[in-house]
């Protein structure tokens, strides 16, 4: 079976990341297979893992939005019948592809399915879910991360729930705990004690609320609190411009600090030197950095959200994210309680040990065979070798 991943809209950030892990695991269990990663950011194609039976492909001419979607349409199908693709696996969740081979379409984002926009464009965020149906309507199958985002679509009437399945996220933990810069970890904790939150900023991430919190807790007296803000942070983003100045507004540039898109060995060393992870998120689909901070032990302090319930259960505290008070008075809380947050992190530490990458990539692949068995050509040849 040859298998394409469309990750041409992928860049550094989570998803590039969470992609990163999840490569190696496709391609172990779909040994003997040839998987044909379609890549365009040239930042996370250096990156990309090296496997047996895995080519990447970079597509340059699909770096930005509006070519990538003309090339998707236009160019894609005959690309993957130049290559003999029996299956393309899109974990983005979308594509303008209109022919070629079954697509099996990962849904991670929430975005597509709300009227919320969050910051984005009218235009934009019409088209993410203009696109985000009709990639549905064309998959053989589909996998979402979690519950949460799986119910989104049922009730839009945008997935027949015989087509559709729950796969969630895991997490590589030999990889992630083992990249982490242990000397760096070892200055951090030597250091004032910080919280992290852990996320691109942008307005669903709701990190201006975490300021507030902040500013709140300076104005208690509280300046042994801090915040350490790790995500994609590009300056030229409105989200950030406008964070830096609630930063400057609040006072606490001394309390709050964006470290921007930080590296496994160095995202590590935060995760296990933080005292909490804070995420008061409006919206989200999983919750890789709450399972991420189970797995090395972090308390966790976030949002009631769907989706965190179905990763965190009772590994987390739980806050309203439209109160900053709110947020203030429990982070001063498990801050100040350290045998709760021992509890919490041996609660997180078992939750995390029932997700895992490798079981993720076995039931794509799962997902992938039986995509590649819809297929009319597949099927015909087969039926030509036979006679």
């Known amino acids: 079976m040859r298998i394409a991943v469309d990750i041409l809209s992928a860049a550094l950030g989570g998803p590039g990341q969470t992609i990163r892990d999840f490569l190696p695991h496709l391609c172990r269990r779909a040994a003997g297979d040839e998987v044909h990663v379609l890549a365009a950011h040239p930042g996370l194609i250096a990156v990309l893992p090296r496997c047996d039976g895995l080519v990447v492909h970079e597509i340059a001419a699909a770096r930005r939005v509006a070519p990538r979607l003309l090339w998707q349409r236009w160019r894609m199908a005959s690309w993957c019948r130049r290559h003999g693709i029996d299956v393309v696996f899109l974990p983005q969740g979308l594509t303008a592809m209109r022919s070629g081979p079954p697509i099996v379409v990962m849904q991670r984002d929430s975005m597509f399915f709300t009227n919320e926009r969050f910051g984005r464009a009218r235009f934009y965020a019409a088209m993410q879910g203009r696109f985000a149906r009709l990639t549905l309507a064309r998959a053989a199958r589909a996998v979402f991360v979690s519950r949460a985002i799986l119910e989104l679509a049922l009730e839009r009437g945008w997935v027949r729930p015989d087509r559709a399945r729950v796969v969630s996220y895991g997490v590589d933990t030999p990889a992630l705990r083992g990249a982490a810069d242990e ?205």
Request: one cysteine or more.
């Open 183 to 387: 000397s760096l970890a070892a200055r951090l904790r030597a250091g004032p004690p910080f919280a992290l939150a852990v996320g691109s900023v942008m307005p669903h991430k709701n990190h201006g609320v975490l300021v507030d919190a902040v500013a709140e807790l300076r104005r208690r007296g509280r300046t042994d609190i801090r915040l350490l803000i790790a995500g994609e942070a590009p300056a030229a983003r409105p989200a950030v411009g406008e964070l830096n100045e609630r930063i400057a507004a609040c006072g606490v540039s001394d309390g709050v600090a964006l470290l921007g898109q930080l590296d496994r060995p160095v995202l590590g060393a935060h995760y296990a030197a933080a005292r909490m992870l804070v995420c008061v998120s409006l919206l989200e689909s999983f919750g890789q950095p709450l399972l991420e901070a189970m797995e090395f032990g972090v308390p966790i302090l976030c949002s009631p959200l769907p989706a965190f319930e179905e990763v965190a259960a009772d590994a987390a505290e739980r806050v309203d994210p439209n109160d900053p008070r709110a947020v203030a008075d429990a982070m001063a809380a498990l801050w100040d309680d350290e045998p709760r947050r021992c509890a919490l992190a041996a609660r997180g530490r078992k939750r995390a040990a029932l997700f895992h990458t490798a079981q993720a990539a076995d039931a794509i692949y799962e997902e992938l065979q039986r995509a590649a068995a819809t297929d009319p050509r597949r099927a015909a040849s087969s039926g030509d070798r036979a006679k």
